[in-house]
């Protein structure tokens, strides 16, 4: 069809462009041209079809010409067409879907909303503060705390100053370090990572409340892959202001991170939130084959993407976690997941 409408369209054009002097046919005369059979169902209309067209002896020959370079054209098969109807969506073999987000959106929508009902409760004065188990209220120490400030906003902050508690033992331990290893410099604090700036303040700041306080006691490694964010990354800064040879070797972090993987038998972890703290834990774990098994607690949603939604079988799929390994993600806030963890562990 194509290949004819534009025959036609040239043949046209070229009568009412013709010079003068062509010799022109006969006006009885007349140009045959027949349809040839063809499969397109457009062209099944014209079939058998005579059109007469008035043409200089010069148009047969542009005719011609036009044939074989449309003939050129026409060779190559056009793509596949797409099916509309075919809307199948790809599964994983498990047969659900990765994402699921029509699910996830609606539990967000529906605890926003309890929410909002809850805040709004309180607010009018209609609601009571909900029962709190004793026993609950006997594991949260509540510190003694010095200041009390209110901001701009109308926020008040009750606790400590902090520069008021770090900048101190920070001297304290440069100090310490200095006398026991009679090193100085960049030297003086080689291998010292977030794990012993732990153990240090657990020793001097912290109480029997703190977890601090304990993981010095036994030399409980705690490491902080991203210790240079928020309150204490910036006191740390101020004092490196003040001794620009201090700094944390937080590759010595990772060397102990490598040591742990490699030594354990059994490798079990329990992942508060996520960020890069969780990633640090079934990173290294991917080294031994996968974690022995995992608990997720979280309130970040799978659709988003982040590590924090990640469900295990992310990092199943990356050998992070094994398998075979038992594993569960329970979706909550974990200042209210974690005493009613603590609570029945210790009972």
């Known amino acids: 069809m194509t290949k004819f409408l534009f025959t036609y369209l040239l043949l046209a054009g070229t009568i009412f462009s013709q010079e003068i002097d062509s010799p022109v046919i006969d006006s009885k005369d007349s140009l045959d041209i027949v349809i040839q059979e063809s499969d397109s169902t457009f062209i099944d209309t014209f079939q058998n079809s005579t059109i007469e067209i008035p043409a200089s002896i010069d148009t047969i020959n542009q005719v011609e010409i036009i044939e074989e370079f449309d003939s050129s054209m026409t060779n190559k098969p056009l793509p596949p067409i797409r099916d509309p109807e075919n809307k199948v969506v790809e599964k994983l073999d498990s047969g659900e879907p990765f994402f699921e987000i029509k699910s996830s959106i609606d539990m967000l929508r529906q605890q926003v909303d309890s929410l909002k009902k809850i805040i709004s409760v309180y607010e009018e004065g209609k609601g009571a503060m909900p029962n ?4 609950l209220l006997n594991l949260i120490k509540i510190p003694q705390l010095r200041h009390r400030i209110e901001l701009q906003n109308g926020t008040v902050v009750n606790g400590e100053i902090i520069e008021e508690v770090v ?4 001297e304290e331990i440069r100090k310490d370090r200095m006398d026991n290893t009679g090193l100085i410099g960049i030297e003086l604090w080689k291998g010292f990572g977030t794990v012993e700036l732990c153990w240090e303040l657990g020793r001097r700041v912290c109480d029997k409340n703190s977890i601090l306080y304990w993981a010095a006691e036994h030399e409980i490694p705690i490491i902080i892959p991203g210790i240079t964010d928020g309150g204490i ?10 001794y620009p040879n201090f ?4 590759l010595a972090d990772e ?3 490598s040591d742990l993987t490699w030594v354990t038998e059994n490798s079990n972890a329990l992942m508060v939130g996520g960020g ?3 990633h640090h834990v079934i990173w290294w774990n991917q080294y031994r084959g996968g974690l022995d098994s995992a608990v997720y607690l979280t309130t970040a949603p799978e659709y988003d993407g982040s590590l924090s939604g990640a469900r295990p079988r992310e990092a199943i799929s990356w050998g992070k976690v094994r398998p075979e390994a038992p594993h569960v993600c329970v979706e909550g806030e974990a200042s209210v997941l974690l005493p009613l963890l603590g609570a029945d562990l210790f009972t």
């Open 132 to 135: 709190i188990n004793e026993e």
């Open 167 to 170: 900048l101190p033992a920070l």
């Open 233 to 242: 990354g910036a006191q740390l800064f101020m004092f490196r202001q003040k």
């Open 247 to 250: 700094w944390i070797d937080i």
């Open 255 to 257: 060397q102990r991170m």
């Open 276 to 278: 890069i703290s969780k």
